[in-house]
T-cell receptor, first 111, second 114 residues
Framework: DAMVIQNPRYQVTQFGKPVTLSCSQTLNHNVMYWYQQKSSQAPKLLFHYYDKDFNNEADTPDNFQSRRPNTSFCFLDIRSPGLGDAAMYLC??????????FGPGTRLTVT | AQSVTQPDIHITVSEGASLELRCNYSYGATPYLFWYVQSPGQGLQLLLKYFSGDTLVQGIKGFEAEFKRSQSSFNLRKPSVHWSDAAEYFCAVGPPDSNYQLIWGAGTKLIIKP
């Protein structure tokens, strides 16, 4: 089945230690999104790619970076995680549409 | 400013009872409308969507939603809830000029009483 895959599902990192989360998709969608979701809150858009065009939300901290080497893969890099970055990170895809398909998420813990 | 309001943070319903979750949006034209469900520790799953046409839309898992333009609402309903429906429900709106970005409501947590 076509899907959005996120690895790992659970990630523990130390304060200040860089971490990379990955997302892959078999849907061949041209738009990919990264969201941060804290407990009992709505997802917050960090950035998205329309094809190779990167779109950063104005309030996304510089600590967060992203790479999209090809259509199928997208990475979220957190350069120096702080305790406040502990959250669920969700990847989503869409194709010239507002209908977004989500992966299962990566739960990030910062110790 | 564009916004989505889900006025109920929590709703508790007995198993087998009917359910209605409210969603109101603030936008001049009719946006694209969505309901997503999120089980604990999971990603979001699309329940249903409204783009145009029939204002009563059917979704997965027995859910339906009705778009009411005059009330700027898109309420989610289910005639009889099951314990497995316990989850967080998010209403989302896609304004046509938003470059495929969604505006999210704060979510409603559904609790099912046995």
């Amino acid at each position: 089945d076509a899907m959005v895959i996120q690895n790992p599902r659970y990630q523990v990192t130390q304060f200040g230690k860089p971490v990379t989360l990955s997302c892959s998709q078999t849907l061949n969608h041209n738009v990919m999104y990264w969201y941060q979701q804290k407990s009992s809150q709505a997802p917050k858009l960090l950035f998205h790619y329309y094809d190779k065009d990167f779109n950063n939300e104005a309030d996304t901290p510089d600590n967060f970076q992203s790479r999209r080497p090809n259509t199928s893969f997208c990475f979220l890099d957190i350069r120096s995680p702080g305790l406040g970055d502990a959250a669920m990170y969700l990847c989503a895809t869409s194709t010239d549409s507002y209908e977004q398909y989500f992966g299962p998420g990566t739960r990030l813990t910062v110790t | 400013a564009q916004s989505v309001t889900q006025p109920d943070i929590h709703i508790t319903v007995s198993e087998g009872a009917s359910l209605e979750l409210r969603c109101n949006y603030s936008y001049g034209a009719t946006p694209y409308l969505f309901w997503y469900v999120q089980s604990p520790g999971q990603g979001l799953q699309l329940l249903l969507k409204y783009f145009s046409g029939d204002t009563l839309v059917q979704g997965i898992k027995g859910f339906e939603a009705e778009f009411k333009r005059s009330q700027s609402s898109f309420n989610l309903r289910k005639p009889s809830v099951h314990w497995s429906d316990a989850a967080e429900y998010f209403c989302a709106v896609g304004p046509p000029d938003s470059n495929y970005q969604l505006i999210w409501g704060a979510g409603t947590k559904l609790i099912i009483k046995p």
